[in-house]
Nanobody
Framework: QVRLVESGGGLVQAGGSLRLSCAVS????????MAWFRQAPGKDREFLAR???????FHADSVKGRFTISSDNPKNTVYLQMNSLKPEDTAVYYC??????????????WGQGTQVTVSS
C-alpha cells in the first residue's frame, strides 16, 4: 500500500509562488510514476505534470514554464513548484502514484489534496 500526503497549499496573491510537497510512505515510489493533478469546483480533474524514478519529467502545456515537478528520492518526496500564480490556478491539488499517463485512471494511489487559493 502507498500513502501520499500533500502539504504546502494556502492563500497567495496573484503573481506569487508556492511549493507543494507530496510525502510518499508505505513503499518507496521508485516503481511508480508520480504526478500532480488539480481540480477546481465544477471542473474535471486536470493533469499538470509527472515524473519517473529516473527523473524524467513531463509538464502539461497549460502550466509549462510556470510549474515545475521535481523529486527527492532519498526523502521519498515529490514537489510542485508553482510560480507566477493566477486566480485561475485556484483548485485542490492532488499528488498521485501510478503508471505513466495523463488521465486520473492511470494512477492507483492518491493523496487527500491541498487547497491552493490565488487572490487577484
Amino acid at each position: 500500500q502507498v500513502r501520499l500526503v500533500e502539504s504546502g497549499g494556502g492563500l497567495v496573491q496573484a503573481g506569487g509562488s508556492l511549493r507543494l510537497s507530496c510525502a510518499v510512505s508505505g513503499r518507496t515510489f521508485s516503481p511508480y510514476n508520480m504526478a500532480w493533478f488539480r481540480q477546481a469546483p465544477g471542473k474535471d480533474r486536470e493533469f499538470l505534470a509527472r515524473i519517473n524514478w529516473g527523473g524524467g519529467r513531463f509538464h502539461a502545456d497549460s502550466v509549462k514554464g510556470r510549474f515545475t515537478i521535481s523529486s527527492d528520492n532519498p526523502k521519498n518526496t515529490v514537489y510542485l513548484q508553482m510560480n507566477s500564480l493566477k486566480p485561475e490556478d485556484t483548485a485542490v491539488y492532488y499528488c498521485a502514484a501510478g503508471s505513466w499517463g495523463a488521465a486520473p485512471r492511470d494512477y492507483d494511489y492518491w493523496g487527500q489534496g491541498t487547497q491552493v487559493t490565488v487572490s487577484s
